[in-house]
């Protein structure tokens, strides 16, 4: 016998499936001793899974229960896998950018402001004149003749620019120890004509000409000199550091060595010619011993105003 679970009417044929009356779905057999309670019976909220495997069927109330329980439990287990997966991929997505940032190579900021990496490399003496005569900010310069920092280079410099400065030491023409003559002789032997001496001394005296540098001198330019043997001269032209060696018989066709940017970067292979150029003009710091003599004083200018520029009285 079936049950209608609306109306509560009983259908002895067990073949409908639906209330006659209502429509409902009937319920499994009816038995009468289903609604006594015996001894250790399951309790009348027993789940649906419990009458599963006990053989019973569930009524339909039981079967909307189970199914309710089922869609929360699907939901459930919905949200865990999508908070899951969720946080899997948080995870990969905070690895992949220190991935990323461990195996890119280091490249080159251009940003304004930002220092850039000293760059090394050899030029001509061609390029290096074009070099000199590109700076807007300043020369610093020690050598032997310095053939291409003239007066007048200087000059046409300082009127391009009104901040730009000077710091300029040649060999001595008149030291103690005559290097300036020594120097030639040893690279043309004993029938040079010693022309740097003459050039050296000519080129300080048209540096203190009021018509050419010298108003500026000791305040946009700084000229002086050294009597030590030359081997290399040292420029710092705006923020770029050269280095011309002057090899034995050979200094003419010498190639140039080219820091790039060194100021804005000192150290690494340069830093051993900054040094050299810093204890010879103290550009970057005063220089304890410097054997340096910047021209100051009118004593100093007078030496090379009335020295005799005839290179046979002093070389030979």
């Known amino acids: 016998m079936k049950q209608c679970p609306t109306c509560n009417r009983t259908y002895p044929d067990e073949t409908l499936v639906y209330c006659l009356a209502d429509g409902q779905l009937l319920s499994a057999p009816y038995d009468a001793n289903a609604t006594k309670i015996f001894p250790n ?14 053989g019973q069927a569930a009524t339909p109330s039981q079967q909307s229960t189970s199914t309710r329980r089922i869609y929360v439990a699907g939901a459930i287990l919905f949200l865990i896998a999508g908070a ?18 461990t195996d890119a190579k280091p490249i080159s900021n251009l940003k304004e402001g930002v220092t850039q990496p000293e760059k090394t490399e050899v030029i001509t003496r061609a390029d290096l004149t074009r070099a000199l005569g590109g700076a807007n900010e300043r020369i ?18 300082m009127q391009k620019s009104s ?3 000077a710091t300029i030491v040649m060999v001595d023409p008149l030291g103690p120890a005559n290097i300036v003559c020594q120097r030639q002789r040893d690279e043309e032997g ?12 000519n ?37 770029d550091l050269y280095v011309y060696p002057y090899p034995y018989g050979t200094a003419a066709d010498s190639p140039v060595l080219k820091f790039t940017n060194y100021a804005r970067n000192p150290g690494g292979p340069g830093k051993v010619f900054d ?40 070389c030979k």
């Open 190 to 201: 004993d029938q040079s004509n010693y022309a740097n001496y003459t050039e050296i001394i």
């Open 84 to 101: 899951t997966s969720t946080a899997l991929w948080v995870r990969r997505a905070n690895r992949e950018p220190q991935a990323a940032a």
């Open 140 to 157: 610093v310069a020690a050598g032997y003749v310095l053939s291409d920092i003239t007066p007048d280079f200087i000059r046409g410099l």
């Open 163 to 165: 901040g730009f400065k």
């Open 41 to 54: 019976s399951e309790s009348a909220t027993t789940s649906p899974s419990s009458a599963w495997r006990s």
């Open 203 to 239: 080129k300080i005296r048209d540096f203190r000409s009021p018509a050419k540098t010298g108003s500026w001198i000791g305040d946009r330019l700084k000229l002086g000199v050294i009597d030590l043997y030359p081997t290399l001269a040292v420029m710092l032209v705006d923020n």
């Open 275 to 314: 040094d050299h150029l810093n204890k010879i003009t103290g550009y970057r710091s005063t220089v304890v011993d410097s054997k340096t003599r910047f021209l100051v004083t009118e004593d100093d200018w007078k030496r090379y105003e009335q020295a005799d520029i005839n290179p046979t009285h002093r």
